[in-house]
């Protein structure tokens, strides 16, 4: 079974800090995404990464960026968060790009 | 531009009744995917629709697809409470790596 784990399942912030939020896998996948979920929206890719320090931007990708240094892990990162970062953030992972996406739990971030 | 609406947005029903819900996509794509997500917790994969007049079926869940139509659909049978979830489709659109998603579909089935 694929195994796709966030490093906090909530999270609340102050406008202006740094908010790093990571995801492992421990599949060998090739391909992983970051999504923000709201409601009536369905989710939205922010960034993906096809390979180790290869990343390519998604439909929201403004205020948001990514490192992945090692396969199994890929960070997002808000260098400042702001209010209407107020979101479900989601990981997901797929041996390519094209097949099922396994997802992680989730990441509740409320930024005040 | 690429769309992908679902319908209806909410549905309750009650237990032992029969539904549908609708996925309709803007483009040609020959393979759409359904998700469950029960609340407060992730997407979980339901089923891979790879071709025309694909269809595949898990307990009381049913999906299919018409390419030509640019629809799927997923046939709830004799619902039950456990069916209670938020139903997404994605769509991939061939052109790119992306899927991409419905806004969700949330389903309430009542005792």
């Known amino acids: 079974d694929v195994k796709v784990t966030q490093s906090s399942r909530y999270l609340v912030k102050r406008t202006g800090e740094k908010v790093f939020l990571e995801c492992v896998q421990d599949?060998?996948?090739?391909?992983m995404f970051w999504y923000r979920q709201d409601p009536g929206l369905g989710l939205r890719l922010i960034y993906f990464s096809y390979d180790v320090k290869m990343k390519e931007k998604g439909d929201i990708p403004e205020g948001y960026s990514v490192s992945r240094e090692k396969k199994e892990r890929f960070s997002l990162i808000l260098e400042s968060a702001s209010t209407n970062q107020t979101s479900m953030y989601l990981c997901?992972?797929?041996?390519?790009?094209?097949?099922?996406?396994?997802f992680g739990p989730g990441t509740r971030l409320l930024v005040l | 531009e690429l769309k992908v609406e679902q319908n209806p947005l909410f549905l309750s029903m009650q237990e032992g009744k029969n539904y549908t819900i609708y996925c309709n996509y803007s483009?040609?794509?020959?393979?759409l995917y359904w998700y469950r997500q029960d609340p407060g917790k992730s997407l979980e994969s339901l089923f891979v629709l790879l071709s025309n007049g694909a269809v595949k079926q898990e307990g009381r869940l049913m999906a299919s697809l018409d390419t030509k139509a640019r629809l799927s659909t997923l046939h709830i049978t004799a619902a039950v409470h456990d069916l209670s979830a938020t139903y997404f489709c994605?769509?991939?659109?061939?052109?790119?790596?992306?899927?991409?998603w419905g806004a969700g579909t949330k389903l309430i089935i009542k005792p």
């Open positions: 599949m060998d996948h090739e391909n």
């Open positions: 994605a769509v991939d659109m061939n052109s790119n790596y992306q899927l991409i």
């Open positions: 997901a992972t797929a041996l390519w790009t094209q097949e099922t996406q396994y």
């Open positions: 483009t040609t794509s020959d393979r």
